[in-house]
């Protein structure tokens, strides 16, 4: 999955809310903290085209944007990379998991912790 | 001027070298005691015991170099005819205080991009794919995975995957446990670890930042058991560590031994009393004596090189 810039997914947003848009229509849609010049705008779009993420098509004289791949189809290609670093552990200086990927424990592991579990609630109940 | 320049730097470097030399093999004395604390302590003191090369060489440069703060540490002395209060100074710290500064501005440099960049923008794209339901993040995804990702405004994400997979009380247990990860900045926590550390060489700190790691953990387990239960928790963690479970092959991170078997047993075992306060301060109050203890023997000494 390639890398993609704020501009690149305020795009590709702009694309999935309304698809065939020109490359004008698409700098008047950005949120204004997004607010970027058309030929800054141009060489995005021609980026996004280059990653396959958008196919244009000429319509008189300008270009016309949609996206390739849709929102869930983008989250899923994002989250295979993202789930493939966690279980190579590269991701865990960046971010805080519940459980680590890369923290293997074995069944029988698990399975003496979830017997501790189980003896720590049955005594709780006693006490009660 | 460039050769007072060059000296300061040389010396606040080589401190940090040398405090992280000696932080590092201090830890191993500090280790037992840092792991019968409560983890929350643990992990504050534990960023504190990171930071203190960095900033102790820093202090000890500023005292050295000010002939105000200087003349209570060192020792008068004279050298020739110059009887000055002064910090070592020499024409042939330029070329090695500038080697110096390039490795640790390369060094930390490679690992703030390594780690700033890459999770802001893999926070921003993932909030932009997933849907925000003000609590956290929902990815529509199978796969489950809950993570909290983000330096200053961490946000939480969990996937459909892992919210059908779990009861209500055991996702009420994961949103408490990342909603504490959230509150602490513990990634920003972890970010500072990383950066304070990156320059040392042989990733001397490297034990102290994977407990610092296991400590956030267990602190967040902690809040969230607070609200629940310990046991509540602990199964949690379980049932989410037997979902994860895959035939994907043993991961790189060997040294981070099996912390999530640490973190059921911590659980389950009996709480941890906090360390007193006054121990606390003791315990910094006495560090930072020994620090400005070893400025006049550190200045001796420098001083005795050719």
Avoid at chain 1, 20 to 39: C, K, V
Avoid at chain 2, 59 to 73: E, F, G, H, R
Avoid at chain 2, 76 to 89: A, L, M, T
Wanted: charged share 15%.
């Amino acid at each position: 999955m390639p890398q993609l810039g704020e501009l690149e997914l305020a795009l590709l947003e702009s694309l999935w809310r309304t698809p065939q848009q020109s490359a004008q229509h698409l700098q008047q849609a950005l949120p204004r903290i997004r607010q970027s010049s058309l030929s800054t705008v141009q060489s995005t779009l021609e980026r996004l085209h280059r990653k396959t993420l958008v196919q244009r098509h000429k319509q008189g004289h300008a270009y016309v944007y949609c996206a390739r791949l849709g929102r869930a189809e983008l989250l899923g290609k994002l989250l295979g990379g993202v789930i493939r670093q966690l279980h190579t552990g590269s991701l865990d200086p960046i971010l805080s998991s519940f459980v680590e990927f890369a923290d293997k424990i074995d069944e029988q592991t698990l399975e003496r912790l979830d017997q501790l579990v189980q003896q720590r609630r049955l005594a709780r109940l006693e006490d009660e | 001027m460039l050769a007072l320049f060059s000296s300061i730097v040389l010396c606040a470097l080589l401190l940090w070298l040398l405090f992280g030399a000696i932080a590092a093999l201090g830890y191993r004395f500090v280790r037992p005691r840092l792991k019968t604390i409560d983890p929350v302590q643990a992990s504050h003191l534990l960023l504190g015991w990171l930071a203190l090369p960095p900033f102790a060489s820093l202090l000890s440069c500023y005292v050295l170099y000010s002939p105000d703060l200087a003349q209570w540490l060192v020792a008068g002395h004279c050298h020739f005819d110059n009887c000055r209060v002064h910090g070592p100074q020499s024409a042939l710290a330029i070329i090695p205080a500038g080697l110096l500064t390039v490795w640790m501005l390369y060094s930390v440099g490679r690992c703030f991009l390594q780690l700033w960049l890459p999770a802001r923008r893999l926070a921003k794209q993932l909030c932009l794919v997933g849907n925000d339901t003000g609590e956290f993040v929902r990815l529509d995804s199978v796969a489950p995975v809950a993570f909290t990702l983000g330096w200053l405004k961490p946000r939480i994400f969990i996937s459909a995957g892992m919210l059908s997979a779990c009861s209500t009380q055991e996702i009420d247990c994961i949103v408490r446990h990342e909603r504490a990860h959230r509150g602490r900045y513990d990634n920003f926590r972890l970010l500072l670890a990383s950066l304070f550390s990156a320059p040392l060489p042989w990733r001397q700190m490297l034990p102290a930042v994977v407990d610092l790691k296991l400590c956030c953990e267990k602190a967040c387990d902690l809040s969230a058991a607070a609200e629940l239960s310990r046991t509540a928790v602990a199964a949690a963690l379980i049932r989410v560590a037997k979902i994860q479970q895959s035939p994907s092959p043993p991961a790189s991170l060997a040294f981070v031994g099996n912390q999530t078997e640490q973190r059921i047993l911590a659980l389950l075992d009996q709480p941890q009393a906090p360390m007193a306060n006054e121990l606390v301060f003791a315990t910094i109050s006495v560090t930072l004596l020994v620090i400005l203890a070893m400025i006049n023997p550190l200045h001796q000494a420098v001083e005795l090189l050719p």
